[in-house]
């Protein structure tokens, strides 16, 4: 991939799919590049470009919290959620790092905010992460998503 607009849904994808194969490193590699460019450059409505900013640092969080690099997870989920506060997705990932590192209370209001955005998802970025949740855990099997935020035996 070269940074050409056309195939930035595709490094997601494909980003996603490394994620799943716990292979962080190279999902980062692949999607870092993005963040010093537009993701869409030919789009310049806000409400149509944030959705795609949220899902490229959300991956990243993931990404990089699979890596081990807690605080720097943090900030890609904190960063997605400035592009796309609508999000579902974003709040979900921040909020179980957030129980992971012993924030509870930070948990539950970011899961809270979750459940809030679920009412009213409709961006296609999160399609790419409807069915199934990434996972920053090694050899993990995949985990559908529910139509609404619930905890795992893990959180």
Known sequence: FRLNTSFNVGRLNLAFALIELDRYREALDLLTPLTSVAMI????????VAPLEEALHSTIGVARWGLGDLDGAEASFRTAVRYFP???????????????RGRVTDAL???ATARMNALTFDNYPEVANLFFWMNPKDNQPMQRRASR??????D
């Open 86 to 100: 609508e999000s579902e997705a974003a709040h979900v990932y921040w909020a179980r790092l957030a129980r992971e």
């Open 41 to 48: 450059q030919e789009i310049h409505l806000p409400s149509r």
């Open 109 to 111: 209001a970011l899961e």
């Open 149 to 154: 935020v619930v905890r795992t035996a893990a």
